[in-house]
C-alpha cells in the first residue's frame, strides 16, 4: 500500500492536481477491495468511504439544524466513475448519482481564497487538496488499524514496479 499512499503525497507535494485526484478516487476502491473481496466495487467502495470519509464532509446537527451530508458515498463513488471513465465532473448520467450533479474542483489562487465543502445547488465546491489529504489520511488511518497478516496478504496482491536490477517472475 505504501506505493499508492506515496505516489498520492507526492502528488499533493508537487501539486499534480490532475493524479491527485485520480489517486485520491482510486485509492478507496484499493482499499475496499482487502476487507470486501467478493462485493461489487459500488456496494464496496460505498461502504468503505462511508466508514471511513463520510464523516470529514457531514456537518453535525446543531441548534435545532439538521445534519448535512455534503458528500455521500454514492456521489464519490459516481464522481470516480465519471473522472475516470469520461474524464467528467458530472454525475448526471452515473447511476450511483445521490444528491449532486457535478463538482467543481479548485486550488488556491495568488489572494488563497479557499472553497471547500461549499455547495451551490447540486454542485459541490472543493478544494482539490484537501479532499485529497482527506482521503489519504482516511486510508492511511484504516491501513495502520489493519491487522499484520491483512497488511501482509494485502501487499502480496497489490500491482508493484519492479526496478530491473532485481527482476523475477
Known amino acids: 500500500m505504501d506505493g499508492f499512499f506515496d505516489g498520492l503525497e507526492r502528488a499533493i507535494r508537487d501539486q499534480n492536481w490532475h493524479a491527485a485526484l485520480v489517486m485520491a478516487l482510486t485509492l478507496p476502491d484499493i482499499c475496499a477491495k482487502t476487507i470486501a473481496p467478493t462485493d461489487g466495487s ?59 450533479s457535478r463538482f467543481q474542483f479548485c486550488v488556491t489562487g495568488q489572494f488563497n481564497f479557499r472553497l471547500h465543502c461549499n455547495q451551490i445547488n447540486d454542485v459541490l465546491i472543493l478544494m482539490v487538496d484537501n479532499f485529497a489529504v482527506d482521503v489519504l489520511n482516511a486510508a492511511r488511518t484504516w491501513w495502520a488499524a489493519l491487522g499484520e497478516s491483512e497488511r501482509t496478504d494485502t501487499n502480496e496482491r497489490l500491482f508493484t514496479i519492479k526496478v530491473t536490477d532485481n527482476f523475477s517472475m
Open 42 to 100: 459500488k456496494k464496496r467502495y460505498i461502504d468503505w468511504y462511508d466508514a471511513n470519509l463520510k464523516s470529514e464532509y457531514t456537518r453535525p446537527a446543531i441548534g435545532g439544524i439538521d445534519e448535512r451530508v455534503f458528500l455521500s458515498g454514492s456521489d464519490c463513488y459516481a464522481l470516480r466513475c465519471a473522472l475516470l471513465h469520461e474524464g467528467t465532473d458530472d454525475i448526471t448520467t452515473q447511476r450511483a448519482q445521490d444528491a449532486l
